[in-house]
């Protein structure tokens, strides 16, 4: 990977670097983390059946318990990045660096932006691949909602039902209320009252959301000091990778992202090859891993 340095220098470096804001993994929030999953993990639902009987003396085997699984298998994803110390030289780096021909580290707030710029990267290639990555494709593991091949998709008990106007039809201001409430009146009656089930939307639906509550003049939104947001009386939780046009209720405790540990995902190496190979260079790696799996298809509803 070049590295390529798009910049008017003049005088002093001003000590500030500029990223373009990178969506966070916001998801994980409302995901039900599992970590130290070195290669796979093993998911179990339990579903029982006619298991309470009259009492008696005697044992009386009756009803059905059934265990079924799951696998959670993380992808093996990486950032292998070169940095060329004379392209820095050539550019406002080179006033940070100091005099002499084998002085020439990158300074502490350069390689300060950079940790936190390739962090952000790993959040933002995330967010993204719990919603809607694809296996096959390279840097995405399989998401929830990948059209065809998400575990939603291959879930035939899951409750998918189509947006207000029809399948496809995209969310606006003055339609986002019909598909709440059709996603809603979708879920099970067993979990609408589950303390951890919530509405997945992104942040683009979400203003749809704001946008129509604010035009009810019975709504006071304007002026309340903070707002939970919800909807007949389910959280909502705005996930920035969530594609537009899709909501999902869910309970937290039933949809599952799995790593090896956490603090790989901001755990990011510097390494200055002149002492190894006598290079200009500077390696950037970062390894980690990252998957998603759901429990029971069943309990969730999800929109197309």
Sequence with gaps: ?????????????????????????TSLEYLNVLENV????????VAGASLVGNASCDFNDAGTLTLTERILN?????INVDLCKKDLLADWQAAQMRAGAHNRDMSGDFTAFVMSYLSGTIADAVETSIWSGAEATAGQFEGFLTASTGYFANDTLGGEIDNAGGAGTAFSASNIIAN????????????YTKDDLYIYMNAKSYRFYISAISALSAF??????QYSPEFEGVKIAVCQGMPDNQMVAAQ?????????????????????????????NIRVVAK?????????GADIVYQS
């Design 252 to 280: 937290k405790s039933n949809l599952f992202f799995g790593t090896d540990l956490i603090s790989d995902h901001s755990e990011i190496r510097m390494l200055d090859m002149s002492d190894l190979d006598g290079s200009d």
């Design 74 to 78: 993380p992808k093996e994803l990486q």
């Design 220 to 225: 006071p939104f304007n002026h309340m000091g």
């Design 288 to 296: 980690f891993t990252g998957g998603v799996q759901h429990g029971i």
């Design 1 to 25: 990977m070049g590295f390529d340095i798009t910049s008017n220098y003049s005088g002093e470096h001003a000590g500030q670097y500029i990223a373009a804001a990178l969506k966070s993994a």
């Design 38 to 45: 070195k290669f796979k993990r093993n998911i179990t639902t």
């Design 180 to 191: 709440l409430q059709a996603l809603v009146a979708g879920v099970p009656a067993q979990v």
